[in-house]
């Protein structure tokens, strides 16, 4: 059978009537994908109603205008990954202040989406120096006393050269 599309429009009653003829194998396609949309929780659903049935994406804004500090998307949050700083300058004193003052900042950027830490659920570290492991984890086990999100740790350079640490978290909203 070929593909074909016809549309008709009543003047009478104002409607319009729409017929597609598709081939067997076309509309199998069509199915699958449109079912697995909807098994999903996507399609059929207009971007404002997607917002609205909490799907859809809000920023956080931050301090600079080429990032987010936060993305909600349905029931997580992703946090970008913050240093130690205060008020746009490194806190000084190494890594225990730095991953003190990086924590402050996620606790500070969640409450603005109405959560915690309690509901991350996901941290990445980034440390410049693999001999500071110990002294960020006496700090960061303060923050995490019981059921901490799983979390993975990285040795790496950082954008700011003279910081040691950076951390990003996802948190979920859900029960």
């Known amino acids: 059978m070929a593909s074909f599309i016809r549309l008709t429009a009543r003047k009478a009653d104002g409607t319009v009537e729409m017929t597609v003829g598709l081939s067997k194998r076309l509309l199998a396609g069509v199915a699958v994908v449109v079912l697995g949309a909807m098994a999903l929780g996507y399609a059929v659903m207009p971007a404002q109603s997607q917002q609205a049935a909490g799907r859809g994406?809000?920023?956080?804004?931050?301090?600079?205008?080429?990032?987010?500090a936060a993305i909600e998307a349905g029931e997580y949050v992703f946090l970008s990954g913050v240093l130690g700083?205060?008020?746009?300058?490194?806190?000084?004193?190494?890594?225990?202040?730095?991953?003190?003052?990086?924590?402050?900042?996620?606790?500070?950027?969640?409450?603005?989406?109405?959560?915690?830490?309690?509901?991350?659920?996901?941290?990445?570290?980034?440390?410049?120096n693999l001999e500071d492991f110990q002294a960020m984890n006496e700090v960061y086990r303060t923050y995490f006393p019981a059921d901490p999100p799983a979390r993975s740790t990285v040795v790496a350079g950082l954008v700011l050269g003279n910081a040691n640490i950076e951390i990003d978290l996802i948190a979920y909203r859900g029960k």
């Open 57 to 68: 994406k809000k920023a956080i804004p931050g301090t600079s205008k080429n990032y987010s």
């Open 85 to 128: 700083t205060k008020e746009g300058k490194l806190v000084e004193g190494g890594i225990k202040p730095e991953t003190t003052q990086a924590l402050d900042n996620l606790k500070e950027t969640l409450a603005k989406s109405g959560l915690s830490l309690s509901n991350g659920v996901k941290v990445t570290v980034f440390i410049k």
